[in-house]
């Protein structure tokens, strides 16, 4: 069965349901042009699936196609941002990268 990831605005959280049963959420404070995750969790009786990431990926998609700057102060948010770079680190106002820890690396 696939899974689906809704917004749930009056509980401040995405979720991901795989069917009918809720396997994970992402929750988040919201502002007029910021959205700031904070925990991301999946339910260890949906583990090892990619649920997590695949919960993530549709979170930030969702920001972009808001307009909104994202805050990641979840920590596998912030880590999903740096392994995927190149189509989500804009998405962090640059001001605010280093306080998350988003500051590429220099060689």
């Known amino acids: ?35 700031a995750f904070n925990h991301t969790e999946v339910d260890p ?6 649920l997590a990431r695949q919960l993530v990926i549709a979170e930030l998609d969702d920001a972009r196609r808001r307009g909104l700057a994202v805050r990641p102060f ?14 989500y680190l804009d998405l962090v106002p640059e001001a605010e990268r280093e306080r998350f820890g988003l500051v590429p690396d220099v060689v």
């Open 45 to 50: 009786a949906f583990s090892g699936r990619g």
């Open 1 to 35: 069965m696939a899974a689906t990831v809704r917004d749930n605005p009056a509980e401040s959280r995405y979720e991901i349901y795989d069917g009918d049963q809720l396997a994970g959420f992402s929750t988040y404070k919201l502002t007029a042009d910021t959205i």
């Open 74 to 87: 979840c920590p596998y948010v912030r880590e999903i941002i740096l392994r995927l770079a190149d189509t």
